[in-house]
Nanobody, 126 residues
Framework: QVQLVESGGGLVQAGGSLRLSCAAS????????MGWFRQAPGKEREFVTA????????YYADSVKGRFTISRDNAKNTVYLQMNSLKPEDTAVYYC???????????????????WGQGTQVTVSS
């Protein structure tokens, strides 16, 4: 099974930026959609954003539209999450995930993603 390793989390002040990275262990990375989810304490895991295998289609939760950007480099088996204008409510553990669907169409359900990273903490102070 593919391994996903996130990095780039940390502590940032409100209004600041962070860039998360997620490296995949296999070249099959380029065949599947990739997504980012987050989970805050006491809350369910929620969809943040996803990218089709080619990055031709990207999808965002309403709460992050215009602030977050997903991108991917298939040559490096890596997906990125650029987070700008961060808010305290963005504080959460962020997970990258690889879709287990041959044709991903932008769904927000974690069930559509079969492989997960270990997560990286993002804390936004007010």
């Amino acid at each position: 099974q593919v391994q996903l390793v996130e990095s780039g989390g940390g502590l940032v002040q409100a209004g600041g930026s962070l860039r998360l990275s997620c490296a995949a262990s296999e070249r099959t990375f380029s065949r599947y959609a990739m997504g980012w989810f987050r989970q805050a304490p006491g809350k369910e895991r929620e969809f943040v954003t996803a990218s089709s295998w080619s990055a031709g289609d990207t999808y965002y939760a309403d709460s992050v539209k215009g602030r977050f950007t997903i991108s991917r480099d298939n040559a490096k088996n890596t997906v990125y999450l650029q987070m700008n204008s961060l808010k305290p409510e963005d504080t959460a553990v962020y997970y990258c995930a690889m879709s287990n669907l041959r044709y991903y169409s932008g769904g927000h359900d974690p069930v559509d993603f079969g492989s997960w990273g270990q997560g990286t903490q993002v804390t936004v102070s007010s």
